[in-house]
């Protein structure tokens, strides 16, 4: 049985993101439902999740971080408002049910200075919908993940298939959200290039507001430990993750180790990526790829 507990969060640091926010805030909740292969979290909540019960108190952190914040606006993540990552350390969208998100969507849509941003694996769930606070509009925005189904359904067990998330992209839209696409982790295979030009011809033809909707691109970083995990476990899709003949290690931030596309190479993929989904989704302008 999945561990599920609910306690005080201790940790009110605020830390500089600059990529996808320009903050990652002390979290709602740490651990996921889904086993991703490659995620993060897993090295820290292998299983279950802990739901922080002092919400009004991380909404006050946040509050006063936004209205002192000196961010120069507009920036790439986004042209007015000050940017926080509140799903950094779980999917928001998974485990809406268990968090007070009127609540925390009400905080960011009455704010005059911060914007609320998460990254889902889900397809549309009406609760997002109900939850979402309208007087301010956009002020919520969704970043939905994807990646070729191929890949996803190795690598991503029981979350929702890719072109659910794709349909979804509309409808919360209409709900009232911003949507960006979030093309992570891009995973570098001998098909890739196939692979990527089918997901990008897939979601050309199902996004009806494009004009609305940009995304980010993140290529794969894999962990050490992780990597030892994973085999430990007998989980599929190593082989697509753990690449030493085209990787490096890279000393992450906080001390582990991880590995990244070789960064020669690295420059060649990503020109690789930009050009393919340029020539096919043009209209889905990318915020930052690296």
């Not at 709602?28 to 086993?35: D, K, M």
């Not at 002192?68 to 986004?78: C, G, H």
Request: charged share 25%; glycine share 6%; hydrophobic share 30%.
């Amino acid at each position: 049985m999945k561990k599920v507990k609910t306690t005080q969060r201790k940790d009110m640091q605020i830390k500089p993101s600059g990529r996808s926010t320009d903050y990652i805030p002390p979290s709602f909740a740490f651990g996921c439902g889904f086993n991703c292969t490659y995620c993060y979290c897993k090295r820290h909540v292998p299983d279950g999740v802990n739901y922080y019960s002092n919400i009004d108190q991380i909404l006050t952190e946040i509050d006063h971080h936004a209205m002192f914040a000196t961010d120069d606006k507009p920036n790439q993540t986004d042209d007015e408002f000050i940017t926080y990552d509140i799903g950094c350390n779980t999917d928001i969208g998974l485990h809406a049910h268990k968090l007070p998100l009127h609540k925390i969507f009400k905080f960011f849509g009455d704010h005059p200075r911060a914007k609320a941003s998460f990254a889902t694996k889900i397809g549309y769930t009406g609760y997002l919908g109900l939850a979402n606070h309208k007087k301010t509009p956009k002020k919520i925005r969704i970043r939905m993940s994807l990646m070729p189904q191929k890949y996803s359904s190795i690598l991503e067990p029981n979350t929702a298939p890719i072109i659910e998330r794709i349909e979804a992209i509309d409808k919360y839209i209409l709900d009232g959200f911003e949507v960006h696409i979030n093309f992570s982790p891009v995973i570098v295979t001998d098909t890739w290039h196939q692979d990527y030009i089918e997901l990008f011809n897939l979601v050309d033809k199902l996004v009806v507001n494009k004009d609305q909707v940009k995304c980010e691109v993140i290529f794969l970083t894999h962990n050490t430990m992780k990597h030892y995990h994973n085999q430990g476990q007998e989980l599929p899709g190593e082989d697509m993750l753990w690449r030493p003949d085209i990787q490096e290690p890279k000393k992450s931030q906080y001390g582990g180790t991880n590995i990244r596309y070789k960064h020669t190479l690295k420059a060649q993929y990503v020109n690789e990526f930009r050009s393919l989904h340029n020539l096919i989704i043009p209209w889905n302008t990318i915020r930052y790829i690296f």
